[in-house]
């Protein structure tokens, strides 16, 4: 394990506590859920058509400029494993 120090806002830490309460688990353990569901297990969890598709349409505003003029290389880049 690595100790880290991290700053909430008032409100943030106030709806940890209140999530951690909920679900009868420290804030630290809590914490390790979320960062082990949102960002571990999506690391390593292969990207589903639906995810894929939701990730090209994101290109729009911050993608190549030529994508409406290239949408089916886009489309078949994304769609590729």
Do not use: N
């Amino acid at each position: 394990m690595v100790r880290t120090q991290v700053y909430f806002s008032e409100e943030q830490h106030q709806a940890l506590r209140r999530a951690a309460a909920r679900e009868g688990v420290s804030l630290t353990a809590l914490l390790r859920r979320i960062v082990e569901r949102e960002l571990v297990s999506q690391a390593t969890r292969p990207r589903s058509r639906k995810d894929a598709m939701t990730a090209f349409v994101g290109l729009g505003s911050a993608g190549p400029d030529d994508t409406s003029e290239r949408h089916d290389d886009a489309l078949d880049e994304a769609f590729r494993d």
